[in-house]
């Protein structure tokens, strides 16, 4: 779909105001920006004219006619978004109230982009259908996938996504999806989502663990995702430069390995994310050896951003998560007997799988939201 117009930013900042608080009573809209009651009025007729919002009568507060209860018309647009893992794909798709309307998980060899591209898009053609989305409402895409930018559209992704790797995806996927494709890593889309569907609804500044075939994060202040000047803020892995550090981070395919090396049965990350169980002979021998690297990085967050919150999120079983979270160390380092307040340490609470619902946000939030 092509829209053809263009959001003002003060249109952008009214509907996501509205998506975030609505349904809401136009009348209380005004103390919730800094916009007159005459502009509310104009901004919301013409977000009602573009199809954006929908308006019903609120409730009676007294006499005269009652303020209208406005809210964003969900079904007005849709996007897509795409995760590529290690050894899966999944699909979703999104709706203008930023609500997952559909996902689809594929367990599939990613090894060859060519192969596995075109039975993509056909699933995600086949899903459209069975949700009953009109492709007309597709605003655009979101494609994501582990690894670091080397450069603006390209990535650097872990060795079984060299095919994927330091080549310019965009004009691939828009030819072959027919939509206007935005790029985003991974870790940084798994915060994208967190913070809009998950723990970012009650907690506004928070940093986010990615436990993949590798191990990132993304940094989520005042519920905007930062991304630093070349698309890689929250690459954690980048201080584990000492001899064995970097064998030691806990990424999950080296827990693959251990549980494989102790006789349990595991295919990859994908089907450990499925079938985790923490009694599995392994799994402690993986937790003891990664966590001097973990609490490094919780403690190092904890003192440089000084979030409300570190989620532990990506392809983490969410048992393995709390085994995590319990075994975390803050030093007890005081002054007068009062330390620094600690961060929450919470386990991913996004509906679906953050990382494809946050990079189908990102093509709305292009089009929509602020």
Known sequence: MKFLFSLTQNQR?????????????????TDQTDLSQQSIHRLVGQLIDLNLLEIEPGPPTGPGKPSPR??????????????????????????????????????????????????????ADRLMSEVGID?????????????????????NAPEPLRDWSLVDLTAELKALFELEVFLENSATAGAIGEALTGVGRDVASFAYLAFDYGFGGGIVIDGTAMAGHN??????????????????????????RILRAHGVDVAGVEDLRQRFDPNWPGVTTWIDKIMPQ??????????????????????????????????????????????????????????????ATGAALKALKAHFFL
Request: aromatic share 6%; with cysteine; glycine share 8%.
């Open 70 to 123: 406005v809210s964003v018309k969900a079904d007005a647009a849709c996007a897509l978004g795409l995760l590529v893992n290690t050894d899966a794909a999944v699909l979703c798709f999104v709706d203008l109230s930023c609500r997952l309307v559909a996902e689809r998980r594929l367990p599939m060899n990613m090894s060859s982009r060519a192969q596995a591209l075109p039975i993509i898009r056909a699933e």
């Open 135 to 155: 492709r007309a409402r597709l605003c655009g895409m979101g494609f994501t996938m582990p690894g670091y930018f080397a450069a603006p559209r390209c990535f």
């Open 294 to 355: 973990l609490d490094r990085i919780v403690v190092g967050l904890h003192g440089i951003l000084d979030p409300e919150a570190i989620v532990f999120g990506g392809q983490i079983p969410p048992k393995l998560a709390e085994m995590l979270i319990a075994r975390v160390h803050f030093p007890t380092r005081s002054r007068y007997d009062a330390g620094l307040p600690l961060p929450r340490l919470l386990a991913c609470s996004a509906s679906g799988e953050p990382a």
């Open 231 to 256: 698309g890689n803020a929250g690459e954690f892995s980048t201080i584990f430069t000492g001899p064995g550090e970097d064998a030691d981070r806990p990424a999950l395919n080296p827990l693959v």
């Open 13 to 29: 900042t009214l509907l996501d105001l509205i998506r975030r608080r609505g349904p809401i009573l136009r009348a209380a809209l």
